[in-house]
């Protein structure tokens, strides 16, 4: 074996590369048909925050975290799907949970009063078709997840979002 040189730290830098993941975000909210400037909701060092208004009363957040250490970013997406009744929260959370287990590539959670359909992914080197890919996985579940709580309960519809 050869000779094997030694560097001091000095002398290596750090080579930033990859994709720019809040680029790649505000890439995704033009897409939807949006302003990302004008959806843009929260900055920091930390992390930035969009809303971006769906339907009737329906938001889809993107919440994207951990800016400061790029290897631990995350981006979460969220839609809001169904308010929780305070007199009936106990049974709408008890069937929401387990209805949960008919979601696929998405999670369900109780975000203040709201029932929240969500994912969420590493930052380092997405792209905006993967977050497309993530939106319309959360999309398509919606009605089915208010359908099937809707009958769960015996209500005939869910209260609105």
């Keep these: 074996m050869g000779k094997i040189k030694k560097f001091t730290a000095a002398n290596i830098r ?3 590369g990859g994709r720019d993941p809040i680029r790649a975000i505000e890439e995704f909210i033009l897409l ?4 990302p400037d ?9 992390s930035i925050r969009w809303m971006i208004t769906l339907g009737e009363r329906q938001e889809l957040e993107i919440l994207l975290e951990g800016l400061k250490k790029s290897s631990d970013t995350t981006v979460y997406l969220g839609v809001n799907v169904a308010a929780v009744p305070l007199r009936s929260a106990h ?3 008890v069937a929401a949970l387990e209805i949960a ?3 696929v590539g998405v999670k369900v959670s109780l975000v203040g009063h ?6 969420t992914l590493p930052a380092s080197g997405i792209a905006t078709d993967e977050l497309e890919y993530h939106y319309h996985l959360i ?3 919606i009605d089915w997840f208010r359908q099937v709580l809707a009958a769960e309960l015996g209500w005939p519809q869910l209260p609105d979002a």
Aim: hydrophobic share 40%; proline share 0%.
């Design 139 to 141: 999309s398509a579940q």
């Design 91 to 93: 049974d709408v959370l």
């Design 32 to 35: 939807l048909g949006h302003d």
């Design 114 to 119: 709201f029932l929240v359909l969500s994912s």
């Design 14 to 16: 750090k080579i930033v």
């Design 101 to 103: 287990d008919g979601l």
């Design 38 to 46: 004008e959806s843009k909701k929260e900055a920091s060092a930390e």
